[in-house]
């Protein structure tokens, strides 16, 4: 009988999960990947296994899955039915936040639960559903181990200087620091980085991490020395619907002179700006590109200079660079964005090479360009799923 890890991530509308096979090597193979999203509204359910397949795809009532407990017994439900034979070990969970101290993933008990609970306040629009998913798992099966994998993790090797704002100092003791996020993506890029890249592993290396939400981070030696992202994810790059870095002061200007409310304000950063916002086409890479639209150009172009400040910034932060890396949707899917952030790289040393490019090959830098450039395809839920074997022994 196989034994298998369910990874979980929850979203406040969404619930993504895979299963991933544990062979007697102990390596771990994915056999079902799917989502339910539309929570509350619509929900649907999509699953493929290991080979991209689709195993299902199937839209609910919104009465009968209106929770992620429900949604996830319907999920178990399926997957038992369809891989009879197999045997769950373990849980591990995406949890977006560890706090200050959290630097390594954590089992669950009840002081664990307590403990995240009081990172709530850090990050209320993800945290609760994270959580929410470790108590649905509870309810059904008390004693199965699960395991919390935290986004901010990775980061807490930072030096102290770089997770300060110049605030004053009692802010900093009550949390408000910079912690980064899209830790768990970084942690494989790194750890695959001595397979795929050996030449550049040990070096300064910056991550950019280019999905709907994007950051970049600093490598150096495989450690995160910094961050794009700091006290929540709306910071640095811009994304598909948040704005990234800008100045505080806009948000007062916002609060006094334009009358939104906190929750207005909070809607619009997290949702309505970004890609979506700036070029009022959409929040999708793809359909920028295909635009003809001033303003989609002009959020292409907004989304490149972004990635090109903070580039410069993290490059700083290593005392120079030895590789740039691709990864997450458009970093590992769009030649064209990796060819316009390159071009404005080149003063860093890096010399695209175009056909390399146009076919996302590992290497896609010139042989002998002073510093490199690289795709390298993330995958955190294995990440997650290696996590949780290794802390629960199996
Ligand atoms: P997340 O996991 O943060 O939801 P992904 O890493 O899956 O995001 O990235 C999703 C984004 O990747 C999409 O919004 C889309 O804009 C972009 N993307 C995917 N494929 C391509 C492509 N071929 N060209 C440009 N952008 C792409």
Known sequence: MEQAILVLNAGSSSLKFSVFAIAETGELRAVAVGQVEGLGTAPRLRVKDGDGQRIA??????????????????????????????????VGHRVVHGGPDYSAPLRINASAMAALEAFIPLAPLHQPHNLAAIRAVQEVQPD????????????????????????????????????????????????????VAPEIAGGRVVVAHLGSGASMCALHGGRSVGSSMGFTALDGLMMGTRPGNMDPGIVLYLLQQEGLSAQQIEDLLYKRSGLLGLSGVGNDMRVLLASDTPRAALAIDYFVYRINRELGALAAVLGGLDALVFTAGIGENSARIRQLVCRQARWLGIELDDEANETGAPCISRPGSRASAWVVPTNEELMIARHTRELLAL
């Open 57 to 90: 795809d199937e839209q609910w009532d919104k009465a009968a899955v209106g929770s992620h407990a429900q949604a996830l017994q319907r999920v178990a439900d399926l997957l038992r039915a369809r891989y009879p034979g197999g045997t769950l070990a373990g």
């Open 144 to 195: 199965l181990p699960q395991v919390a994998c935290f986004d901010t993790a990775f980061h807490r090797t930072q030096e102290t200087v770089g997770q300060f704002y110049g605030l004053p100092y009692e802010y900093y003791e009550r949390g408000i620091r910079r912690y980064g996020f899209h830790g768990l993506s970084y942690e494989y890029v790194a750890a695959t980085l001595p397979h």
